[in-house]
């Protein structure tokens, strides 16, 4: 079965400094991988996804990841950090038959300083 | 596009009674949708998969009469907490399939519901 770990439970960086939040599955094959964000008590806000092709993706507010399939890994990143983007961060994966839920990393949670 | 609306946003109840909680699809039209159950400072736990016109598929150690699932349209599915009691309370998301072909389907999630089971 697949599974994702998200090494980071929490981060905390200054504004306009540069973020990576850190994502690492297991999987036989290529996975769909996806980041999602969520702000307190609010649900979850599709940032970008990988399917296939170009391995670095690009996302809405400014936020990328690329898949390294030697590293198994999938890391966020953003190069300024706004102070809006305080939230929790999921990294998940979806594999391509079968169970079609996705599999949820425990979350990473993002604190910005002033 | 892409948006998928629950409804209530918030749903405090007495122990015992049942609790319906609604997921849309609000642009397009999902054949799935999944329910998930949030915990405090936790991940999202995949309770059941929604399937428009059949049965929902339930993870195990999800009891399916507790929390029984209806999938009546390619735009709805709806979620009952039955009995529902103190240790049900939680952040309850739903999120819709959007299918663009073979491997290329996202999931967009619900705002979620907060259920209170006092």
């Known amino acids: 079965a697949q599974s994702v770990t998200q090494p980071d439970i929490h981060i905390t960086v200054s504004e306009g400094a540069s973020l990576e939040l850190r994502c690492n599955y297991s999987?036989?094959?290529?996975?769909?991988l996806f980041w999602y964000v969520q702000s307190p008590g609010q649900g979850l806000q599709l940032l970008l996804k990988?399917?296939?092709?170009?391995?670095l993706v690009q996302g809405i507010k400014g936020f990328e990841a690329e898949f390294k399939r030697s590293q198994s890994s999938f890391n966020l990143r953003k190069p300024s950090v706004h102070w809006s983007d305080a939230a929790e961060y999921f990294c998940?994966?979806?594999?391509?038959?079968?169970?079609?839920?996705?599999?949820f990393g425990s979350g990473t949670r993002l604190q910005v300083q002033p | 596009g892409a948006v998928v609306s629950q409804h209530p946003s918030r749903v405090i109840c007495k122990s015992g009674t049942s609790v319906k909680i609604e997921c849309r699809s609000l642009d397009f039209q999902a054949t799935t949708m999944f329910w998930y159950r949030q915990f405090p400072k936790q991940s999202l736990m995949l309770m059941a998969t929604s399937n428009e016109g059949s049965k929902a598929t339930y993870e195990q150690g999800v009891e399916k009469d507790k929390f029984l699932i209806n999938h009546a349209s390619l735009t709805l599915s709806t979620l009952t907490v039955t009995s529902a009691h103190p240790e049900d309370s939680s952040f309850y998301i739903c999120?819709?399939?959007?299918?663009?072909?073979?491997?290329?389907?996202?999931?967009?999630f619900g705002p979620g519901t907060r259920l209170l089971v006092l």
């Open positions: 999120s819709a399939s959007e299918w663009a072909g073979v491997g290329q389907e996202t999931q967009y």
């Open positions: 999987y036989g094959a290529t996975p769909y």
């Open positions: 990988y399917f296939s092709g170009d391995t």
């Open positions: 998940a994966v979806a594999v391509a038959t079968g169970r079609r839920a996705l599999t």
